[in-house]
T-cell receptor, first 114, second 113 residues
Framework: ETGVTQSPTHLIKTRGQQVTLRCSSQSGHNTVSWYQQALGQGPQFIFQ???????GRGNFPPRFSGLQFPNYSSELNVNALELDDSALYLC?????????????FGQGTRLTVV | EDKVVQSPLSLVVHEGDTVTLNCSYE??????LLWYKQEKKAPTFLFMLTSSGIEKKSGRLSSILDKKELFSILNITATQTGDSAVYLC?????????????FGQGTRLTINP
């Protein structure tokens, strides 16, 4: 089990609402990435946070936004929820160095939009 | 656009069989290839490969990357029911300074007793 924790584990929201998902990174890790995994698909990169700034974004609209806090934990916010936003949202923490270090994933938040 | 295709999408075998999972790609300028096992929610890290032709081994699992033919394989020998999971391959690429993982769609492996 990794030291990455996500909350909540499950969530049901209505179309048009807003949602905030939370991620605590593993000790010693300063980078958090968020991924969306639709049923039967591989995870898709949403964005990454390093030193409290977004530095890299996938093909997701601006209604997907995030934050990183001084303790390296992070939030993913999604506004104006759509049915297609129903998915497993995973965060991954890693330690940025001059080379890639493995990313550890949290258990995910299962979001259902009805 | 970067593309990662895993095959087969689904595989059912008996305990003790050997399986080979494939990951083919059209990805430019990747740093590494990773394999993950996803049982319920969190993908768990298995291997990282950076060089072509070098086999990585961990117990019954092994993997190799072929940068010339643009594929990687994950082998599992003497399979056990605990190996049942979705196996994901992912490429590490740099986008706007961020290290991003580009995943395949996964292979769902089921091991029957």
């Amino acid at each position: 089990e990794t030291g990455v924790t996500q909350s909540p584990t499950h969530l049901i929201k209505t179309r048009g609402q807003q949602v905030t998902l939370r991620c605590s990174s593993q000790s010693g890790h300063n980078t958090v990435s968020w991924y969306q995994q639709a049923l039967g698909q591989g995870p898709q990169f949403i964005f990454q946070y390093y030193r409290e700034e977004e530095n890299g974004r996938g093909n997701f609209p601006p209604r997907f936004s995030g934050l990183q806090f001084p303790n390296y934990s992070s939030e993913l916010n999604v506004n104006a929820l759509e049915l297609d936003d129903s998915a497993l949202y995973l965060c991954a923490s890693s330690r940025r160095m001059g080379y890639f270090t493995e990313a550890f994933f949290g258990q995910g938040t299962r979001l259902t939009v009805v | 656009e970067d593309k990662v295709v895993q095959s087969p999408l689904s595989l059912v075998v008996h305990e003790g069989d050997t399986v080979t999972l494939n990951c083919s790609y059209e990805v430019t300028n990747f740093r590494s290839l990773l394999w993950y096992k996803q049982e319920k929610k969190a993908p768990t890290f298995l291997f990282m490969l950076t060089s072509s032709g070098i086999e990585k081994k961990s117990g019954r699992l092994s993997s190799i990357l072929d940068k010339k033919e643009l594929f990687s394989i994950l082998n599992i020998t003497a399979t056990q029911t605990g190996d049942s999971a979705v196996y994901l391959c992912a490429f590490v690429i740099i986008i706007q300074g961020a290290q991003k993982l580009v995943f395949g769609q996964g292979t769902r492996l089921t091991i029957n007793p």
